[in-house]
């Protein structure tokens, strides 16, 4: 597409929301690392076209390229191998847990002091519409789980790790360092470029302790906007 044609598009559906009286328009941009420069170059086009920045939110991406633990720092790179000689393995889920692993993760994130994005209910309607992109991913300690995620297909060649959490008893094995290496695996076997490890944000604010450790684990940042047009 034309640099003419987008910024024509956009403009033009404006205008036609406009006309059916639309008085608010939202719009969640993908990070800008999903397509550089073209991604800065829509930004720019909406903020033209009179829309305002309502949330600005700092990403993480690993590109699906090399040998993950290349990108590990030496703290993160000593945890994985410790996690490993403790006997924890990653594994592939089935999708028959997804209840189960759900049900998981909001445990981890409770005791952690925080509430997940999604209910229940909107996952699995959200996963019964698009069976075919979502995943499971874990790191079993035995037989009990020590970490979990649930990931989906964003289309463009793009794997999202959704909400991975770890109970705080595997705090010192930090399991999710070898959740995130079997996820790469994963997603450079399937033929994915990036590794969206998700925004590090609460209540609007930097989460600089989950921002740092995606950089220890060799993400790089990015941004991601949302944005709203009103009239």
Known sequence: ISYTALFEFIEFTLARLHEKGVNEFVVKNPPLAYAPGVMELL???QLNLGFEIQQAEAGSILDISGDFREGLNSGELRRIKKAEKEGLKFTVLDMSELESIYTFI?????ERGYTLSIDWETLRKTVEAFPDRYMLFGVRHHDVVAAAAI???AGNRVLVNFHPAHPREYDHLSPVVLLLEGMYHY???KGYRLLDLGTSAVDGKP???LLNFKSRV???VTSKFTLVKRW
């Open 43 to 45: 930004t720019t086009f």
């Open 106 to 110: 909001l445990a981890c994130r409770t």
């Open 151 to 153: 990931a989906y297909d």
């Open 187 to 189: 997603a450079h076997e």
């Open 207 to 209: 989460n600089f302790g």
């Open 218 to 220: 060799g993400a790089r």
